[in-house]
């Protein structure tokens, strides 16, 4: 959730109403509601449990997790109000993920 | 120039960088250039090598500041390109594309789409997890 940090405090209450977040993860649910609600966005957490979704949509990172299992290849991904994809970002090394800043401008140019 | 001096620092700044990552890890600028403490890493080392060749004094204290900082270039740069690397994936993403649907369960467990949420701008971000 790296990659939304800094994402809350900088949009403003009206944005923040404005920007549904879209969290897809297998880890178990809890956690990472307890990590959203620091974050003060619209914000649903999607339990995709055995990545049926990652692998539709192609973000694998095969054999990737601590004990040789897959993972999701971390990507963030900016939709529009019609749905189409008008940002995107796909990590090519896990510990760099998407600056807050790029995130939100690509937001902002949504007119959110 | 003594040798003992420049062993501690060489040493110092080995432990230092990776520290210094990890407790800065929520700082965006510094999370997204782990190529940082693999340089500080090679500077180290290279402070190391310079209290061998140049230094006086004693030699012991350069010698393990020559061990400690190039094991640490090598796991580091070995983590860094091979353990952290995110293979390219053929994903089916397209800007200015719409994404496939799909329905996963929220956090109590309900069905969510995500088309449902079409009116309003999205950030879709997939993880991995806790981190």
Same mark, same amino acid.
């Given at each position: 959730?790296? +990659?939304?940090?800094?994402?809350?405090? +900088?949009?403003?209450?009206?944005?923040?109403?404005?920007?549904?977040?879209?969290?897809?993860?297998?880890?178990?649910?809890?956690?990472?509601?307890? &990590?959203?609600?620091?974050?003060?966005?619209?914000?649903?957490?999607?339990?995709?449990?055995?990545?049926?979704?990652?692998?539709?949509?192609?973000?694998?990172?095969?054999?990737?997790?601590?004990?040789?299992?897959?993972?999701?290849?971390?990507?963030?991904?900016?939709?529009?109000?019609?749905?189409?994809?008008?940002? &995107?970002?796909?990590?090519?090394?896990?510990?760099?993920?998407?600056?807050?800043?790029?995130?939100?401008?690509?937001?902002?140019?949504?007119?959110? | 120039?003594?040798?003992? /001096?420049?062993?501690?620092? #060489?040493?110092?700044?080995?432990?230092?960088?990776?520290?210094?990552?990890?407790?800065?890890?929520?700082?965006?600028?510094?999370?997204?250039? /782990? *190529?940082?403490? !693999?340089?500080? @890493?090679?500077?180290?080392?290279? %402070?190391?090598? %310079?209290?061998?060749?140049?230094?006086? *004094?004693?030699?012991? /204290?350069?010698?393990?500041?020559?061990?400690? #900082?190039? %094991?640490?270039?090598? *796991? =580091?740069?070995? @983590?860094?390109?091979?353990?952290?690397?995110?293979?390219?994936?053929?994903? !089916?993403?397209?800007?200015?594309?719409?994404? /496939?649907?799909?329905?996963?369960?929220?956090?109590? *467990?309900?069905?969510? #789409?995500?088309?449902? @949420?079409? =009116?309003?701008?999205?950030?879709? !971000? @997939?993880?991995? =997890?806790?981190?």
């Amino acid at each position: 959730m790296a +990659e939304l940090q800094g994402l809350g405090a +900088e949009l403003s209450e009206a944005e923040k109403a404005g920007v549904q977040v879209v969290a897809v993860s297998p880890d178990p649910n809890e956690r990472s509601h307890t &990590m959203a609600k620091g974050l003060h966005l619209g914000y649903r957490f999607l339990a995709d449990r055995d990545l049926a979704v990652c692998r539709r949509y192609g973000l694998i990172h095969p054999r990737g997790g601590p004990n040789g299992e897959d993972v999701p290849r971390p990507a963030t991904v900016v939709l529009d109000r019609e749905g189409i994809v008008r940002w &995107m970002s796909l990590s090519t090394n896990f510990q760099v993920r998407p600056d807050p800043g790029d995130v939100l401008r690509a937001v902002r140019a949504l007119g959110a | 120039m003594r040798a003992t /001096p420049l062993a501690v620092v #060489s040493l110092l700044l080995a432990v230092a960088a990776p520290v210094a990552y990890i407790l800065l890890i929520r700082v965006p600028i510094v999370r997204n250039h /782990p *190529g940082a403490y !693999v340089a500080a @890493f090679a500077v180290a080392l290279a %402070l190391a090598v %310079l209290a061998l060749v140049r230094g006086r *004094g004693r030699r012991w /204290p350069a010698w393990i500041a020559l061990g400690v #900082s190039a %094991l640490l270039l090598a *796991g =580091g740069t070995w @983590f860094n390109l091979v353990v952290a690397r995110v293979p390219m994936t053929p994903t !089916v993403l397209r800007v200015g594309e719409r994404p /496939p649907d799909f329905t996963l369960p929220d956090a109590e *467990g309900r069905p969510v #789409s995500l088309a449902q @949420f079409r =009116g309003k701008p999205v950030v879709l !971000v @997939f993880y991995r =997890g806790y981190w």
